[in-house]
């Protein structure tokens, strides 16, 4: 049994990423972090000097600049990858028609109508009791 899941994994394609050196990539990241401080800082630094849509279009361009550099780390390049995968596995879902999702809505609803109902009355004969017991004078 071990033996088949180690020959399954073998077979399997892996899509190797390069990776960038780890001094690069630790520069890309600082450079993440120095684009957004600057973001931020600057938003309120330059609050009395520019107007809002000059800081927004600022903080825009360095966020744009952040994500970019962040974009081509290790860890962004598998991230991309990631989500390049998932929308083609979503390409793949049957979605329900139109009629069988109105239904299994339907059918939630009802059903929670009838569990929230249920447990009211639960809880009623609950409070119920524990008030008739807590009246009783020994």
């Known amino acids: 049994m071990a033996t088949e899941i180690v020959d399954k994994k073998k077979n399997v394609p892996e899509t ?3 990776g960038k050196s780890k001094g690069l990539n630790t520069l890309l990241w600082i450079l993440v972090v120095v684009f957004f401080a600057a973001a931020a800082i600057g938003n309120v630094y330059f609050q009395k000097v520019y107007s809002l849509p000059i800081r927004v279009v600022g903080v825009v361009i360095a966020l744009v600049i952040a ?18 995968d998932s929308k083609i596995e979503a390409q793949k879902v049957v979605w329900p028609s139109r009629q ?16 929230s109902l249920f447990f009211w009355a639960t809880d009623s004969i609950i409070v119920t009791v524990i008030n008739f017991l807590t009246d009783l004078r020994f």
């Not at 974009?71 to 990858?81: D, E, F, L, S």
């Not at 069988?100 to 569990?115: F, K």
């Open 100 to 115: 069988e999702a109105r239904q299994t809505t339907l059918i939630v609803i009802g059903v929670t109508i009838i569990a």
């Open 16 to 18: 190797v990423v390069e």
């Open 67 to 84: 994500f970019a550099f962040a974009a081509i780390t290790n860890q962004g390049t598998k991230a991309r990858t990631f989500f390049k």
